[in-house]
């Protein structure tokens, strides 16, 4: 069954790389032996852009499913699993305005570069036609992709504030959110490998300095800070409940209710155990 998953997951992704590798073989902007700066420059980009349209087709749904999965495990939790059909269909909806903004961004940014470059008038020219055309679906997922992880984490999120569940039930709904926030940064992470293709042989702009360490900090702050305060509030969690443990079972020891609640007491500090030890810190 994963390996089905893995494979439809790969499946489109992988396709789609192969198919604007040939489209820009077909225009030229893919050509060997590279003999200038200006062609290395554009088999890079031909090969960059190819492989990060592919990366940010796979993220985007991994997203996709990760989001189902841990939004089902939280309904669970909460006791609403009736309204997961509500949920679904409210992040369809928002999935579906995020497309057509991302194929207005994936047809103007295109535009936009052919203006600011002075070839808009040799759009009839094939090589110009061809490289537009395969620009349009790396904007398009590179617009999708970003909107997507930040709303559907941010969907997630929001399950945190419910004060419904006990302490138990809130760290399983941390564990659920910060697994769909990992899974975010790995996905993220492949970004940030294949844009070095970018810069084979060619020197590293100011620009495309600016550009990544722009993209970087947005991460950072969206995705790492969140992450890290998610940790510090599942530790606080933990040690208030230990501390409550603790209470419980010296109260059960004073009144000489050792005995009849010995049963009682053993769980009580099994799941003292389990929260104080990271390697078991999510069997709950």
């Known amino acids: 069954m994963k390996h089905n998953v893995l494979f439809d997951n790969l499946m489109y992704p992988v396709l789609l790389i192969l ?3 040939v489209l820009h073989c077909f225009a030229g902007t893919i050509q060997f032996p590279v ?8 088999l890079n980009t031909a090969i960059g852009t190819s492989l990060l349209s592919g990366v940010f087709l796979l993220a985007i749904r991994v997203l996709q499913q990760k989001v189902a999965n841990n939004l089902l495990l939280i309904l669970n939790t909460i006791k609403k699993q009736n309204e997961f059909g509500l ?5 369809s909806e928002q999935f579906k305005k995020q497309v057509v903004w991302a194929i ?3 047809f103007m940014m295109p535009l936009l570069y052919m203006i600011s470059e002075g070839v808009i008038e040799r759009i009839d020219e094939k090589e110009v036609f061809i490289v537009a055309m395969s620009a349009i679906p790396f904007w398009l997922l590179l617009s999708l992709f970003i909107m997507q992880l930040t709303t559907v ?4 999120w929001k399950f945190l504030s419910d004060d419904t ?3 138990m039930g809130k760290l399983k709904l941390y564990k659920y959110v910060i697994s769909l926030t990992v899974t975010t940064i790995m996905t993220t992470s492949m970004v940030f490998l294949v844009i070095p293709v970018f810069w084979i042989n060619q020197p590293i702009h100011l620009f495309d300095a600016i550009f990544i360490s722009c993209l970087f900090a947005f991460f950072v702050v969206f995705l790492l800070t969140p992450l890290i305060y998610f940790h510090h509030q599942v530790k606080k969690i933990k040690l208030a409940e230990a501390k409550e443990i603790d209470k419980t079972i010296a109260q059960l020891i004073k009144q000489s209710l050792v005995e009849e609640k010995s049963k009682e007491i053993e769980h009580l500090l ?3 155990e389990t929260l104080c030890d990271p390697k078991s810190s999510w069997k709950l």
């Open 19 to 21: 198919f604007m590798i």
């Open 35 to 42: 003999e200038s700066s200006d062609a290395q420059r554009d």
């Open 87 to 91: 949920h679904r269909r409210i992040l």
């Open 104 to 106: 207005s961004i994936g």
């Open 153 to 156: 984490n941010r969907y997630l």
């Open 165 to 167: 569940v006990d302490a």
């Open 270 to 272: 099994h799941v003292k």
